[in-house]
């Protein structure tokens, strides 16, 4: 079965950084564009950045730009958010996303999170 299994979430100090990883199997992840959201309390999820299929092309919300790089391994099956100078408005469960789009059919996967705190 799909599975999405998030970690390297915790707590951390404003400035500090963390490496989420979230390994994935039953599925063909080299066909998957993979993303990472988050979820604050009270609050929607988001986007916090994409990767295609191939790790050729990435994107990143404009509040993490600069601080945050995705980064695959398709050899492995895992997908990277390595997050550095991180702030207390970074504080989310964070959640990995993997989607596949064909014709008429749409695959699209989410794992359990994994909690991040920024916090003095």
């Known amino acids: 079965q799909v599975q999405l299994v998030e970690s390297g979430g915790g707590l951390v100090q404003p400035g500090g950084s963390l490496r989420l990883s979230c390994a994935a199997s039953g599925f063909t992840f080299s066909s998957y564009t993979m993303s990472w959201y988050r979820q604050a309390p009270g609050k929607e999820r988001d986007l916090v950045a994409v990767?295609?299929?191939?790790?050729?092309?990435?994107n990143y919300a404009d509040n993490v730009k600069g601080r945050f790089t995705i980064s695959r391994d398709n050899a492995k099956n895992t997908v990277y958010l390595q997050m550095n100078s991180l702030n207390v408005e970074d504080t989310a469960v964070y959640y990995c996303?993997?989607?596949?789009?064909?014709?008429?059919?749409?695959?699209?996967?989410w794992g359990q999170g994994t909690q991040v705190t920024v916090s003095s």
């Open positions: 990767i295609s299929s191939t790790g050729g092309t990435t």
């Open positions: 996303n993997a989607l596949r789009i064909q014709t008429l059919l749409r695959y699209n996967y």
